[in-house]
Structure formats: structure tokens, C-alpha cells
């Protein structure tokens, strides 16, 4: 999309962290699309959605497991990452309804599917799209791992933000530019380009016939039958 718009695009590799204090330092003008929220607004503006993002547990296939409230998991080890998920989830395991089992790395989802697997955990959250991801990119090696019907919270709008701070002399250029890239991603996504990445990478995300994110699960075919059948 930034192509589209003119741009040619440098990508620095940096802890997540790190790139957030950059946003709200001013150092660079955007970082990779992220999730809304945890106060992250102070300092940045956030595009139309990208893509999306929805948390589920997972869990291996021999565990007959359900939950609906995080009682549920009292007892169970839960493997987590230093994320914003929402829904309360990382509050509920530091209160004790659950064990939470940390995890910080580079790529973290890896390795909370490779301590299920061994038995070091009963349990870990993680994206949906980033699990079916490593799981068919592993394949055949998690294939006796699976997620649950239900959702840690609600989907998420994963989106581009842009840093106040960098462009605090001139507000209207930050503007101007948000239109524009958000007026670029909806062509974008309506020629059937983003489509084709979410294809590629396994993301089990949906748009509309506008080239919008669908954020409600209940419109996603795919989750509405895994519901039912759960049920």
C-alpha cells in the first residue's frame, strides 16, 4: 500500500516493546500494524484496520477441555507472551484463576506449541491466523494440537499507527497522510490484493465486498460452524 502511495519502505527489526517507546518518542514516523488499545492512543493514530487479530486457547486434540469463563481454567498451566489481549485475560491469570507460564522471545508462539506438545503446558493462547500459520508450516508435527470454539474476547483491529510526535510540526501532514493510505488500503483490498496474502499466509480473516475487515465473528462462516459443532 505505502508503494502504491510513493513510498519505498526501510523495515527495522526491534523488540516490540522498543518499537512502541520509538512511536511515542517520535523516532520514526510508523512501525508495523498492531492492536488498538492499552493506552497506545496517547501517542499514535491508528489507520483503518489491516487485518485482524482473535486469541483463542490451545490445546492438544486428546484433551476434551471447554471453558467459558476463566474459573474454568483454574489449576491449568497457560502459556502466555507479554501482549495486550485483552478481555482481561493476563489480569485473570496474575489474580490465580489460572498458572501463567511467560514467555519471551522473538517469536514466542513457537515455543509455547513446542511446551504443549512436551507436556510443559496444558494450554497456551495465541492469535488464531498466527497458530494455523505454524501449524501447517510444522506440519505434520502439531497436527494433534487444536484451539477452542471460544474466543479470548472479541476480534481486534490489528492496525497501521502513525506517531504524533514525529509529525507534531505539521498535524496536517499526519492527516492527509492517514487518508491517504486508508483510501489506498480499501483499492487495495477490493483488486483482491490483501485477500491473497491472508491466502498465503493461512489467515483466517474475512472482508466485505467495500475491502473492509470483517471484525464480527458471527459474520465468519468458518467460526460460526465451529461454534455449532462445539456445541
Known amino acids: 500500500v505505502l508503494k502504491r502511495m510513493g513510498y519505498s519502505v526501510k ?3 526491534m523488540p516490540f516493546k522498543r518499537a512502541l517507546n520509538e512511536m511515542r518518542e517520535g523516532t520514526y514516523p510508523m512501525m508495523m500494524p498492531c492492536v488498538t488499545g492499552g493506552g497506545r492512543e496517547e501517542y499514535v493514530v491508528f489507520s483503518n484496520p489491516v487485518s ?3 486469541s483463542v486457547l490451545w490445546k492438544k486434540k486428546s484433551d476434551a477441555f471447554t471453558w467459558e469463563t ?8 497457560v502459556g502466555a507472551s507479554y501482549y ?5 485475560f493476563l489480569e485473570a491469570g496474575k489474580a490465580g484463576k489460572f498458572k501463567l507460564d511467560m514467555v519471551a522471545a522473538k517469536a514466542p508462539e513457537y515455543v509455547h506449541f513446542a511446551k504443549l506438545k512436551e507436556g ?10 498466527v497458530g494455523l500459520y505454524i501449524q501447517h508450516q510444522k506440519k505434520p508435527a502439531y497436527d494433534d494440537i487444536d484451539y477452542c470454539p471460544k474466543g479470548v474476547g472479541l476480534t481486534r483491529p490489528f492496525c497501521l499507527p502513525l506517531s504524533m510526535k514525529y509529525f507534531a510540526s505539521n498535524p496536517q501532514e499526519l492527516r492527509a497522510f492517514l487518508d491517504e493510505f486508508n483510501r489506498e488500503l480499501r483499492e487495495f483490498s477490493k483488486e483482491g490484493k490483501r485477500k ?3 491466502e498465503k499466509y493461512h489467515m483466517l480473516i474475512h472482508e466485505n465486498d467495500q475491502g473492509d475487515v ?3 465473528r458471527d459474520n465468519c462462516p468458518t467460526c460460526s460452524a465451529r461454534r455449532k459443532g462445539a456445541s
Do not use: C, P, Q, W
Open 196 to 198: 491473497a496474502i491472508f
Open 214 to 216: 470483517i471484525l464480527n
Open 11 to 13: 523495515v527495522i527489526a
Open 84 to 88: 495486550h489481549y485483552g478481555a482481561g
Open 52 to 54: 485482524s487479530i482473535y
Open 120 to 129: 510443559k503446558t496444558d494450554m497456551f493462547i495465541s492469535e488464531l491466523s
Open 70 to 77: 476463566y474459573d474454568d481454567l483454574k489449576g491449568r498451566v
